[in-house]
């Protein structure tokens, strides 16, 4: 019922920057907590960031924090990751869930995902 659809992952230098598009549809994304997550092949997904229902609250992975800023435009049910001095170590499929209730880090408490979309950074 609830779909969300990543866009704006590309191939950028290090140091430069990408923003992240997260439409979400199905239910009211008001009433959401969301968040950005990534994946390499053969390694599990580890967390980014995560934006409360009213985007008052923010909680950042240590190794994107104070470079990448989470928020959302609940009147366009839209969530955007703005990636910035973008790092080798970056390169993943970054994917947006959304889920009930309180923030969260934990990526099997989210049960809408979206595709995700590639972000390669080269060094």
């Known amino acids: 019922q609830v779909q969300l659809q990543e866009s704006g992952g590309g191939l950028v230098q290090a140091g430069g920057s990408l923003r992240l598009s997260c439409v979400v549809s199905?239910?009211?994304?008001?009433?959401?907590?969301a968040g950005w997550f990534r994946q390499t092949p053969g390694k599990e997904r580890e967390f980014v960031a995560t934006?409360?229902?009213?985007?008052?609250?923010?909680v950042y992975a240590d190794s994107v924090k104070g470079r990448f800023t989470i928020s959302r435009d609940n009147a366009r049910s839209t969530m955007y990751l703005q990636m910035n001095s973008l790092k080798p170590e970056d390169t993943a499929v970054y994917s947006c869930?959304?889920?009930?209730?309180?923030?969260?880090?934990?990526?099997?408490?989210?049960?809408?995902w979206g595709q995700g979309t590639q972000v390669t950074v080269s060094s």
């Open positions: 934006i409360s229902v009213t985007g008052a609250y923010t």
């Open positions: 869930a959304a889920k009930i209730g309180r923030i969260s880090v934990i990526s099997a408490e989210y049960r809408s």
């Open positions: 199905g239910r009211t994304f008001s009433t959401d907590a």
